[in-house]
């Protein structure tokens, strides 16, 4: 069964500190991997994706995010936050025939502080 | 709005009770998803549509649970005689295999908020 694991619980970064979330996950064939965020009181939103081609990709907002297919993972950077920022930040992957239903990690709450 | 919706957004019910929610998906999407969060965690699968076909439905969905997607557009949710470990943000996300730049992407309701006295 897929798993996703996400190792922070709990992040208080400063404005302009740089971030990275780790994400990483357990499938034995290939998947699709998303990053989601959801800011206080609104829905879930995808950040950004993976599918094939170039590990390092780029989603909204600053974000970037890079698949090691040799760690099974696929960590979410961004190089200086904002207080905009105060998110919760959730990893999740689905098969990658496509459509089918997302494994979600427990997600990172990340507080940015002025 | 032509995003994905749900009714109620809160349910306040007392244990024992049915409740019935609504999720109305983004026009033409074909697959339906239902998923569940408490919290500190991250949403569960529950059970998905293609259509008005419900494709799979996890360990998760007890048969207090039942889903449906009669016409292939809207889908409901009912749980049968609550219990307080019900309590969660049911949430549903719909999703198409048409259009390159949304191939795959699930995208997802605002969630009804449910609270078992």
């Known amino acids: 069964a897929q798993s996703v694991s996400q190792h922070n619980h709990h992040v208080i970064l400063s404005e302009a500190a740089s971030l990275e979330l780790g994400c990483n996950y357990s499938y034995g064939g290939t998947v699709n991997l998303f990053w989601y965020v959801q800011y206080p009181g609104q829905h879930l939103q995808l950040l950004l994706k993976?599918?094939?081609?170039?590990?390092l990709v780029k989603g909204i907002k600053g974000f970037e995010a890079e698949f090691i297919k040799s760690k099974f993972s696929f960590n979410l950077r961004k190089p200086s936050v904002q207080w905009s920022d105060t998110a919760e930040y959730f990893c999740a992957v689905n098969q990658i025939s496509g459509n089918t239903p997302l494994v979600f990690g427990k997600g990172t709450r990340l507080s940015v502080i002025a | 709005d032509t995003g994905v919706s749900q009714d109620p957004r809160h349910k306040i019910t007392k244990r024992g009770q049915n409740v019935t929610f609504r999720c109305d998906p983004i026009s033409e999407h074909n697959r339906l998803y239902w998923y569940r969060q408490t919290l500190g965690q991250g949403p569960e699968f529950l059970t998905y549509f293609q259509n008005e076909a419900q494709l799979e439905k996890s360990r998760l969905l007890s048969d207090r649970f039942s889903a449906e997607r009669p016409k292939g557009s809207f889908s409901t949710l009912e749980i049968q005689r609550t219990e307080q470990g019900d309590s969660a943000m049911y949430l549903c996300?719909?999703?198409?295999?048409?259009?390159?730049?949304?191939?795959?992407?699930?995208?997802f309701g605002p969630g009804t908020r449910l609270t078992v006295l």
């Open positions: 996300a719909s999703s198409s295999p048409r259009g390159p730049s949304s191939y795959n992407e699930q995208f």
């Open positions: 993976y599918f094939s081609g170039d590990p």
